[in-house]
């Protein structure tokens, strides 16, 4: 039989032990709400897909990403995709550039890309949004100094390069991107021109029916690609 104080010893230590399970709990539930409000605080964004231009390289693009950095995309939403440039859009490049897209869903869960696409990427991501099946995946689509209806300046290269022929006014590429509908499906489209692109002639051909077609200034070419105007409005358009 247990003496008085074996019982008060026996109370003590049920006492204890029930107090220990209620608070050791506490401190796994207070990281546990924390880190449940920091994930809260964390903005989605829909990955962002670079496309560069003619004999170019993914590395044009460090200004833009890091301005889309600084608004709070994180590096895990941002792919550059390169390419050999020299490869003709409809029957090489628009492929290619259809099964990165699905690399970049796969690894992110996005169900949706944006593209930011450069001069002669333009033709190359519009080729997939028209006829490769990505205008359900695509969700805004921006050209800078695209050359979507041709330039002029690429008879200069037509003899040898497919990239060249594919860009000049008139040809299969230009006529197949150019026939109904400009800017197919739910995609959202923009492009930005220059009065002084000395790359792409008319500067006209830029623009797109039924895009927001925005005028970035006196810019050359390769200026677009680290414009502060043309980045605020590249990131101003995303947001929509």
């Known amino acids: 039989m247990l003496t008085a104080r074996q019982k008060f ?5 049920l006492c204890l032990t029930c107090c220990l399970a209620l608070v050791a709990p506490l401190p796994a539930l207070a990281a546990q709400r924390a880190e449940h409000r920091a994930a809260a605080t964390v903005q989605q964004h829909v990955p962002v897909i670079f496309v ?16 889309l950095r600084a608004a709070g995309y994180a590096d895990s939403e941002l792919f550059s995709w390169g390419y050999d440039t020299h490869q003709s ?16 869903r796969r690894q992110t869960g996005a169900a949706r890309v944006d593209v930011v696409a450069h001069s002669f990427g333009s033709l190359v991501t519009r080729w997939y949004v028209k006829f490769g099946g990505g205008a359900p995946v695509v969700d805004h689509w921006i050209s800078l100094a695209g050359p979507n209806h041709g330039t002029y300046i690429s008879w200069g290269c037509v003899i040898w390069d497919q990239a060249c022929r594919d860009m ?3 040809s299969y590429v ?3 991107l150019a026939e109904g509908d ?18 792409i002639n008319p500067d006209s051909s830029v623009a797109l029916a039924g895009a927001l077609n925005t005028y970035a200034g006196c810019l050359k070419h ?6 502060d105007g043309v980045s ?8 929509t």
Not at 222 to 227: A, R, S, T, Y
Not at 232 to 239: C, E, K, P, T
């Open 168 to 170: 000049s006014p008139g």
């Open 232 to 239: 605020a409005g590249v990131r101003a358009f995303l947001a």
């Open 222 to 227: 390769n200026d677009f690609l680290g414009d």
């Open 174 to 176: 230009q006529k197949k």
């Open 89 to 104: 859009v409809n029957e090489v490049l628009s492929d290619r550039f259809a099964g990165y897209v699905d690399q970049v």
């Open 52 to 67: 560069h231009g003619y004999n170019a390289d993914p590395g044009v693009w460090g200004a833009l990403r890091e301005d």
């Open 9 to 13: 010893l026996t109370l003590l230590t």
């Open 182 to 199: 400009e800017t197919p499906g739910a995609v959202e489209y923009a492009t930005f021109w220059s009065s002084c692109d000395e790359v």
